[in-house]
C-alpha cells in the first residue's frame, strides 16, 4: 500500500461466452494508454487463441480415443481436478509422467468430448460443471478410468470428489490428496495399485449393481401452495398433517421460532435439536468429512430424525435454503437430494428456496409471519446473550426469560395476533431483572462470519461462554442482515438477472422486513438488555465495497462492511467464525487482518465509522475455522489476545477508565 502504482481490478464476467467483454478490455486498454480499436483487436485476438487452443485440446483428446479404438487392450486415464496443480508440473507431483511411464495413456479431462454430458444441479462452478460432465463420459468409456488430483481442504471439491465416485459406481477411480507433506513414494505406491485394480476390474468384467427401483419424492409449488408429492406419485397439501416440516437448527431460538411461524400458517413443522457430538458423528458417517461443517450437521439432522423420530406413514419435508456465489451452500440441497436416492428413503423431499429470486414461493401472509419470527429471534438471541453476563441472579433471569419466549412461540404458532402484546410484556419483565452493571458499560463483541456457524450454539456457542467468563457480551450478527442484502441484490446488483415480478417482492419484502425490524427493536430496546441499531444495508455495502467489488455475490462485501461499521463504535471488537476450509471465511480474513491497523491506513479513511475507527491503533479483530472439534489450544491463546484487546478498547471508548464489573 505504500507503493504509489495504481492497482488495475477489472472485473469479467463470461458466464454469456468468451467474446461478450469487448466494453470491460477496451475499458482496461484505455487504462494502459491505449485506443480503443488497438484493445477491441487485442481481444478478439486474445478469444480467437483461446478457442484454438481449446479446439486443439479437444484433437488431442480425439487422437487418444482413436488409439483405445485401435487397441481395445490399452486403457487411458482421464486426470481431473484444477488446471492450477492438476496439469502444473509444479504442483502434480509428475502424476501424469507416472502415469506414462508405466504405458498408460493420461490426458486432462479437458480434452474429452464432454460438451453433450448432463451436469449436476445447483452447481456454481464452471469447473465443476466441466468435471461432472467429464467423469459421465468416462463413466461409459470402457478404456477411459478417472483420477482425480485434489488439495487438503479444497471447498469445491470436498463435494466434486464425491460426486466423481459416485457416477463412477464400481468402475476403479483414484483420488490424490496434495498438500506440501505428500511423499513422492505413497504416490507412486497408489497409482501402481490403481492400475492393478483396473486390471482385475477387467479380467474380472465386473458390472454395477442393478439400479434399485425408487421413485424420490418432491415438492411442487402451486399459486403460492406447495404440494407434497409421495414416493409413489401422490400429491398432498403441506398443511396435511401428515406432512412435517423439518427446520434445521440454526440457534435455538431461530429455529423454534421459525418452526412455530410455519405452524401459525397451518403446516406441520418441527425444529430439529440442537446438534451435539453424537449428531456430528452421524454427518460424519453420512459424509466425506471434507464438507462444511453446517452440511454435515444439518444431514445428520435428517437422518437422526427419520431413523429415530419418524412416525409411521409420515412425509418429512426438508427445509434447505439455496445461496449462489461462491459458498457451498447451493450444493447442500444437491448433496442431500442424493442422499436419499442413495438411502432410499421414501416420502423424503427437499423444500428449498433461493436467494436468487428473493426466496419467491409463499404468499405475502406467509411472509409476513416467517419474517416476524425470524427479526425477533434475532433480537431475543441478543437479549440471551446479555443475560449470560449482566443479571445479579442469572438462573432467576434465564427462567424469566425462556418462559416468555415459550409464550412467544405459542403466540406464532396459533397465527401470530397480538404478538407484539406479548412481546411489550416480556420487555417490560425483563426490564425489572436487577443487573450488575448496564449494557452500555458492557464490554461487547460481534460474532460475525458464516450464517449458520455464527448461529447455532454446538458450533459457536464454546466461543460465547469462554467471552461471558470474561464479562463480554457477544453480539451474533442477525440474519435480517442477509434478507436485507438479498433484496437489495435482487432489486440493484442482479436487476438485470432477476425479473420484475422478483424485484416487486423485493421492494415489498424490504419494506415489511424494514417494518417489522423498528417495531421490534423499539419493544426489545426497552428491556435494557438490548441496544437498538437499525441495519443500513445501502452503507453497509458502500463500505463493503471498499474492498471488493459488488458483482462478487455472497456474504463478503457483507461481512467486511458490517466489520467497519460495528468496530470501535456498537463493539468493541469482531470474532468472525466459519467451517473449516470455507473459501470466503478465509477470503474474508485474509482483507480484514492488514486492514486492521489503522495508522497509515489510507484505505479506511473513506469508511461511514472513520471518525470512530481513527481513534485506535489497532482493531480487535480474530477468526475462527470451527469443525466440530474442540477448539485446539492455538486458537484459544488467540481467543484469550482478543479479549484482552477487547478490554483495552473498551476502557479507551469509556474516556480511559476501567469500568469495574
Known sequence: RDIPVPVLTPVFEFHKGWDTMEAEFVELGEELGKDSGASAAAYHKGVAALRRFTQNKKALGDEVLRKLEEDPDAIAIALFGRAYNTFADEANFGIPRKFASRGVYVLPYECLPLEDEESIENMSWA???????????????????SAFVTNFSCGPDSFLVAYVRDIMENKPSLTLELDNHTADAGVNTRIEAFLDIIQRYLALGVEDAPVPDFTPSKLEGRDGEWLFVDSDGQPHNMR??????????????????????????????????????????????????????????????????????RKPDEKVAFFMPIATGSCRLAQYVTFQERLIRKKQLRDVAMF?????????????????????????????????????????DKKAARELFESHLQLLVENLETGGKGFFRVMKRMAKELAKVELRF???DAKKVLLDGEIYVRKDEFTSHGVVERLAKKDIVTKRAPFLEWLL???????????????????????????????????????????????????????????????????????????????????????????????????????IESIITPETTVEGNNRIQELTNYHNLAKHHVLPHVSVEIDGNPLPQVVEARIEAFALQVEKMHEKMNGGAQVLH
Open 127 to 145: 469447473q465443476g460443471h466441466d468435471i461432472i460432465r467429464g467423469a459421465r463420459y468416462v463413466k461409459k468409456h470402457p478404456q477411459l478410468f
Open 240 to 309: 396435511d398433517r401428515s406432512v412435517t416440516m423439518l427446520v434445521p437448527s440454526m440457534g435455538r431460538i431461530s429455529a423454534d421460532m421459525a418452526a412455530a411461524s410455519f405452524r401459525g400458517m397451518g403446516i406441520h413443522a418441527r425444529a430439529l435439536k440442537t446438534p451435539d457430538f453424537p449428531t456430528l458423528m452421524i454427518g460424519r458417517a453420512n459424509s466425506s468429512c471434507k464438507e462444511c461443517i453446517p452440511l454435515i450437521l444439518t444431514t445428520a439432522g435428517l437422518l437422526d430424525y427419520v431413523d429415530t423420530d
Open 352 to 392: 428449498s428456496l433461493a436467494t436468487e429470486d428473493n426466496y419467491e414461493g409463499m404468499k405475502f401472509k406467509d411472509y409476513v409471519a416467517i419474517f416476524k419470527a425470524i427479526v425477533a429471534a434475532d433480537v431475543l438471541d441478543e437479549v440471551s446473550n446479555a443475560l449470560m453476563v449482566l443479571p445479579k
Open 438 to 440: 448496564p449494557l452500555k
Open 485 to 587: 442484502f438479498t433484496g437489495y441484490n435482487t432489486r440493484y446488483l442482479q436487476k438485470r438477472k432477476a425479473g420484475k415480478g422478483a424485484r416487486r417482492a423485493a421492494i415489498i419484502q424490504t419494506q415489511l422486513l424494514k417494518y417489522l425490524e423498528r417495531r421490534t427493536k423499539n419493544i426489545l430496546g426497552k428491556s435494557g438488555l438490548y441496544e437498538r441499531h437499525i441495519i443500513d444495508i445501502e452503507s453497509v455495502l458502500k463500505d463493503g465495497n471498499r474492498f471488493v467489488d459488488t458483482t462478487i455475490i455472497g456474504e463478503i462485501i457483507l461481512i467486511i462492511g458490517s466489520f467497519f461499521q460495528a468496530v470501535a463504535h456498537e463493539v468493541h471488537g469482531v470474532i468472525h467464525v466459519g467451517p473449516f476450509a470455507c473459501l470466503p471465511t478465509r477470503i
